[in-house]
């Protein structure tokens, strides 16, 4: 499902997958951002509808997050939608 590491930087695999992800999900909208400083990654993930209630997406996100920190353990991911008290 998702794409081995083969070296790759950890933005570089994100964006790899949110491409696939917008094709599997279309009705949904994707931004991400990165920060260096606490090595932190989030993605927010719009309508909120899809983040909180579809069961593909939901298990989707948490096949991500488990192969996210598998092959980058000194990395953070989180995933927000646009019900966030703190947004991108």
């Not at 599997?24 to 400083?37: A, C, G, I």
């Not at 997406?57 to 990395?75: C, R, T």
Request: net charge negative; with cysteine; proline share 5%.
């Amino acid at each position: 499902m998702f794409v081995k590491n083969n070296n790759m930087l950890p933005y570089d695999y994100i964006k790899s997958e949110l491409k696939k992800f917008i094709i599997e999900f279309p009705k949904t909208r994707v931004r991400y951002e990165n920060d260096n400083n606490s090595n932190t990654h989030s993605i927010e993930i719009v309508p909120n509808e899809i983040y909180r209630l579809d069961k593909e997406y939901i298990n989707w996100e948490s096949g991500f997050f488990i192969e996210f920190i598998n092959q980058f353990p000194d990395q953070n991911i989180c995933f927000i939608s646009d019900d966030a008290i703190v947004g991108l």
